[in-house]
């Protein structure tokens, strides 16, 4: 995006899930405003409550919250009758659930992190932290709880907004996004013949297969493949979609980083390079990440410093 002459007016991702992509842009300052869409109920609560007036108490909630496998399956098992509510219950699923999954027949964390099982993933301070960072931001962040294609098709013809587009992957005979999503239901050839009349700049991140080359080449996108590193340290190459993809090859980095699981940390590179990993989005930069350190009220960084996004939701 710091290629682009202009700042876009709107940056907009209509498969939201986790959302870091969206918070990079809105922190590093990239666009005039955000628009995140996600037509999960589950995930559109935990923004909705981030979002809103209910935020301080999701936050007391995650800190007085005394984890156990009792208490947790407590929470999971009764249904949420507010908003608020049901946000709580999403990042408690999504910390403690194998893998982050929220969709139905996942289970919890066996052995977890150096064994600490369902408690591997949850960290109370540094949860609630990274919600209060978004607190900076949120007067950019607009968040629409929808269906991301139908939203697509209506902004097709706008000419000042840059598009994200991280869709469940259920294209391929595996459809890993089955297993992880819920709501993962997508006309995967009509995402592509709406992306092919969109006026705006768009990127997509797919899994590499030959249905999706099959696709891209069909409207004569252009694909480059970027290296990624999975929940379960496995090196997978994945595919970026765009009409122009020059800013990724120029990339003066000598090799392309991996992604690891949690924590999402960004560590320095010459040029920005968009990379996800099933939802979980990275924007890898070096000075820009001063200002996001000093914005979000983190310890200030320099370039050899690995500065930490606010991600809420995990493999999301």
Not at 278 to 292: D, I, P, T, Y
């Amino acid at each position: 995006m710091k290629s682009f002459s202009t700042k876009p007016e709107y940056f907009v991702e209509p498969f939201l899930g986790g959302g870091i992509v969206s918070l990079t842009v809105a922190f590093e300052n990239l666009a005039e405003q955000i628009i995140m869409m996600e037509i999960d109920p589950n995930v559109a609560a935990v923004w909705e409550t981030i979002l809103g007036k209910d935020i301080d108490w999701l936050c007391d909630r995650i800190l007085s919250f005394n984890l156990t496998t009792e208490t947790a399956k407590e929470v999971i098992m009764k249904p949420a009758i507010t908003t608020k509510e049901l946000a709580f219950r999403t990042i408690l699923k999504n910390r403690i659930n194998h893998g982050g999954i929220l969709a139905d027949g996942s289970s919890f964390i066996n052995k977890g992190e150096k064994g600490k099982g369902i408690k591997s993933r949850w960290y109370p301070s540094t949860l609630c932290q990274r919600i209060q960072d978004i607190k900076l931001i949120k007067n950019i962040l607009i968040f629409k709880q929808g269906n991301g294609l139908n939203y697509l098709n209506e902004i097709m013809s706008q000419k000042n907004m840059a598009i994200f587009l991280d869709p469940p992957y259920t294209v391929c005979g595996k459809k890993p996004g089955s297993r992880l999503y819920k709501y993962n239901e997508l006309d995967h050839k009509l995402l592509f013949e709406i992306t092919a009349q969109t006026k705006s700049a768009f990127l997509m991140t797919y899994d590499n297969n030959i249905e999706v080359s099959d696709l891209a080449n069909k409207y004569k996108f252009d694909t480059e493949l970027v290296l990624m590193k999975s929940t379960h340290h496995r090196e997978i190459y994945e595919l970026l979609i765009s009409k122009n993809l020059d800013w990724c090859r120029n990339n003066d980095s000598q090799e392309i980083p991996l992604i690891t699981e949690d924590l999402y940390q960004i560590e320095p590179l010459e040029k920005p390079l968009f990379c996800n990993f099933n939802g979980v989005e990275e924007l890898r930069h070096n000075e820009a990440g001063r200002s996001f350190g000093a914005e979000a009220g983190m310890k200030g960084a320099n370039k050899n410093e690995v500065l930490q996004l606010p991600q809420i939701l995990s493999t999301l």
